[in-house]
Every structure is written in C-alpha cells, then in structure tokens.
C-alpha cells in the first residue's frame, strides 16, 4: 500500500525524510530561514534513539559530522547562507577524507548578513566547491516537497556509493512552503551495506590511519587528487538529473532551477495558453551540470532564457552548455526578492520578440 499524503513544510520534510533514510545523527547551529529543520529533528531523532546536537558553531558542527561519518554513521548538517560558508573548510575535508555526508543549504539573501528571505545566490559557492582544494560536491536542487523527500534519500545514497559530502540546495521559500506530501518507506540503518573503511577500532586487525590528509611527500597529493579526479569523471558520467517540460516544440526554453522552476512553469502555462510555444528544462543536479542534455535542445531557432533568483550565476553553466548553438537572454532578481509568474511571463515575451524590455542578452 502506498503511503498517505501528509501537509508538511519544506525543512519539516527534509528532516522527517532524513530520518526515513537512516540517518541518526544531526549537527547544527539555528539560523533563518531552516530553523524548523533542526527543531523538528531536536525530538525526531531521539525518538529513533539518535543523536541531536545543537553545537556551539557551525564550525563545530560540520566537524561533528565529519567524526560521525568517520565512524561510518549517517549524519546530516543543515543551515544557511552564512552558516554554510562557515562550513566550507569542514566540507573540504570530508571531500579530501572521501567521507559521505549531507549538508542542506536553505538560501536566504547575501552577500553578508543580508536577509531572511528566499534567494538562490550560492549557486557558485555549492557546484565550485565552495572551500580549498581541488574537489566538487554533487549538489541536488529540488523543486518541491515531494522531490524534497525523494532527493534526501538519493543524497544519502549518493554520499555512501561515492564516498562524498552532497549537498541538498534548496531555499527558504521552499524551505517554508507546506505541500502534501507522501513520504518514502522508512528503512533500518542496520539494513545498510557495511563499510569497510571507517574507525571503528583495531580488535583483529592493524590500526588505520587513512583519514590522514598529510600527503605531502613523493607527489602522494598530487595522487589522491588524481584518484578524487576519477571518481568525479564517474559521478558525472552517471549521475546527471534533469526534467523537462513541454519541450518537445518549443520555440523559447527556458531554464530555471529550484523555487525558480515553479515560478517559470507557471509563466510557461500562460504563454501557452496565448499560443506561444514555451517550455522549461530544470537541471536537478547543478554539479553534475546536465551540459549535453540542455546543448542536444540548443538549436539556431531556438531563443534560450535562464531565469534566476540571483544576479546571475547558473547561466555561466547554460553558456557553457549551449556555447554558440542559440541567444542566450537572462532575467535574475538579487537579494530575496521573489518574482511573480506575471513578471517570468513578460520575460519571456520579450526575450522571444528580441525587443530586450526584459532582462538582458548575455555575450557568448
């Protein structure tokens, strides 16, 4: 029997799904907007006898993670914007440690404290790395409480097949909507393949020492970066998610990620209800980029609009993808604010009259 649809908030789905995924290990400091994500996890996990800690730091919480994770737990830290880049030199090291961890960032608006409000300015921090060294993070952006709970559980997934902190990339506005969602079947952690690398004592056997990142000596670094290359040239080859909508004969495509999506599908409606042949290509996974897939759409007849809730950092990725296959027009609002269908609609229209009233051409 499927399960039944439940009304729950996007930080409150999150969290319950992290539960579901064998997660019993969180660690985190409050910050608006997620600050119902932590609280809901604050009784959640001991009722499964797991462990919540509001730490000191965010520092100190990623830190924890990483010690979780090293003792083959799954262990889950949320927080964001600011809180996330506090983060970033423990994310590096869980990447360089090749430990599995899930770090969700509900965006607010930046740089600086800035505001409480939904925004999607950490789109570089999250698909660039973020923090030192040469490494990625696969970063999963949802569009919806229901892709919220099936995306924590691919996460988990993903973190444990790679050996890899993944990011979940949402914001608080989806972080705050409440939606019906049906949530995936609960499973044992015990039920989870073992790992054979974590600390978990020496009886039997020679003590290990792998998570020393003291690589210094005769280009042993310089190897395990090689090694770190290789398994990110894998996740690529096998990891890319998008979905697509009304595609098939659109004349204008518009690209958009996240809370964005939901407000450009809506603007696609419209635009075909007035006989113009939009569509939407949503990249689920912003690292891996779905490169190929968005450059297969490209075509000399096709306009491209990118619309973002920043001023503009996903469409380096689309101009990447699509290089000189189509026009590329973009519409960003910076800052927390959030437009409306009407506002993504009239974009739009003017991107395919080319008469550039909206948003701007973007040079390849």
């Avoid at 559980?153 to 705050?176: E, N």
């Avoid at 042949?277 to 491209?304: C, E, H, N």
């Amino acid at each position: 029997m499927p399960s039944e649809k439940v009304l729950m908030r996007g930080s409150d789905t999150l969290a319950e799904a992290a539960v579901r995924a064998g997660c019993r290990y969180f660690f985190g400091y409050p910050i608006t907007p997620q600050n119902e994500l932590p609280e809901y996890l604050s009784w959640r996990l001991p009722e499964v006898g797991g462990t919540f800690i509001q730490a000191e730091s965010e520092v100190s919480a990623i830190n924890m993670v990483l010690g979780a994770a090293a003792a083959g737990a799954r262990a889950l830290t949320s927080s964001s914007s600011p809180g996330v880049s506090l983060k970033q030199e423990g994310i590096s090291y869980l990447a360089g440690q090749e430990l599995p961890a899930v770090i969700a960032n509900m965006m607010r608006g930046g740089p600086g404290l800035g505001n409480i409000a939904a925004s999607a300015a950490d789109y570089f921090q999250a698909t660039r790395g973020g923090a030192h060294g040469d490494y990625r993070t696969p970063v999963l952006a949802p569009d919806s409480c229901q892709e919220l709970a099936e995306l924590t559980f691919t996460a988990f997934d993903l973190a444990d097949k790679y050996r890899t902190p993944v990011m979940l990339l949402g914001d608080g506005l989806i972080g705050q909507v409440m939606e019906p969602v049906v949530l995936p079947d609960p499973i044992d952690p015990a039920d989870l393949p073992p790992k054979d690398y974590i600390v978990d004592g020496c009886a039997g056997r020679e003590p290990r020492a792998i998570f020393s990142m003291l690589l210094g000596q005769q280009g042993e670094l310089m190897q395990h970066n090689f090694k770190l290359q290789a398994k990110y040239d894998e996740i690529t080859a096998n990891e890319l998610r998008w979905d697509e909508y009304l595609i098939e004969d659109a004349e204008i495509i518009a690209v958009a990620y996240g809370s964005a999506s939901r407000i450009i599908r809506a603007a696609v409606d419209e635009l075909r209800a007035e006989g113009i042949k939009a569509g939407l290509f949503r990249p689920i996974t912003l690292w891996p980029y779905p490169k190929q897939a968005l450059r297969d759409l490209a075509k000399s007849d096709v306009k491209i609009a990118v619309f973002e809730l920043s001023a503009g950092q996903m469409v380096e990725d689309v101009m990447l993808s699509v290089g000189e296959r189509a026009e590329i027009d973009f519409y960003g609002v910076p800052g927390g604010v959030i437009p409306t269908p009407a506002d993504a609609a009239a974009f739009l229209r003017s991107s395919l009259a080319g008469d550039g009233k909206v948003g701007r051409r973007i040079a390849i």
